[in-house]
């Protein structure tokens, strides 16, 4: 199992955000997460690689027990790649640069090493032409297809990603899709917080549907789609699909 999360709560103040949450992902599994804006995809995303900490219950990933408070999470986000709505590319940093630099300062490999790395992601997401431009130069479909070769340049063991798509213009939703669609297929491991439900049609084993800090369904495809989800989730999926 790469994620086990059991009986996780969460609170800010009085306001429960993560309500006794469970969740596990074994190897090559891909999880869709979806539910409502407010329903704590975000927090449950943040926890599994100790952005945010976890008040109550346990959470394993990649074999690191973020539970335990002496857990080294630098090594936790070597392991686990992140992705995140608004790219948050270093801005100074020409694309090849951004794709090198982690790998040279943490995983410690030569600078020729990091750039043969790098080239072969670049041809990956499509983007070769582009490795010596800034980030601002590149459209938001580009800057997120180099977000993911930069966290697939430290060879995670599992990808998460939130709402990888939803700050793009909708004619690039499809080249970031076909990436992460690609990246599923190869065998990664996977939790994508998204309302791309033909994303999750074409790729995802389960899907999970959170409200109000709670993971409502957590079921195969099939059964989520073929209407076995729960009234909670199928009023959502009207209002997505
Ligand atoms: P989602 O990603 O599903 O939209 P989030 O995990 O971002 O949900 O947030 C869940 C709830 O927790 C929201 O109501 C949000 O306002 C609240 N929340 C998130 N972060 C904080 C914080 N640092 N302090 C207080 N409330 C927060
Ligand atoms: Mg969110």
Not at 75 to 87: E, L
Not at 124 to 148: E, F, H, M, N, W
């Amino acid at each position: 199992m790469v994620i086990d999360v059991r009986n996780v709560s969460k609170s800010y103040g009085d306001f429960k955000v993560l309500s006794d949450c469970n969740l596990s992902v074994n190897s090559g599994e891909v999880v869709v997460v979806c539910g409502p804006s407010g329903s704590g995809k975000s927090t449950l995303i943040k926890c599994l690689n100790g952005l945010e900490a976890v008040h109550d219950g346990f959470i394993s990933i990649a074999g690191f027990n973020l539970t335990d408070q002496h857990a080294d999470l630098p090594s936790v986000r070597r392991t686990v790649g992140m992705v995140f709505q608004n790219f948050e590319l270093f801005p100074h940093l020409s694309v090849l640069r951004n794709i090198t630099i982690a790998q040279e300062k943490v995983m410690r490999r030569t600078r020729e090493e990091a750039t043969d790395k790098a080239l072969a992601l670049l041809e990956r997401v499509g983007l070769t032409t582009q490795k010596d431009k800034y980030p601002s130069q590149l459209s938001g479909g580009q800057q997120q297809r180099i977000a993911i070769a930069r966290a697939l340049a430290m060879d995670p063991q599992v990808m998460l990603f939130d709402e990888p798509t939803s700050a793009l213009d909708p004619e690039m939703i499809g080249e970031v899709l076909d990436v992460m669609v690609e990246l599923a297929r190869a065998g990664m491991t996977m939790v994508c917080v998204t309302h791309e439900m033909g994303f999750a049609k074409s790729v995802a084993d389960r899907i999970v549907f959170m409200d109000k800090g709670e993971i409502v369904d957590d079921v195969a495809k099939n059964d989520f789609f073929g209407g076995n989800a729960s009234s909670r989730a199928q009023t959502f999926l009207r209002k997505v699909i």
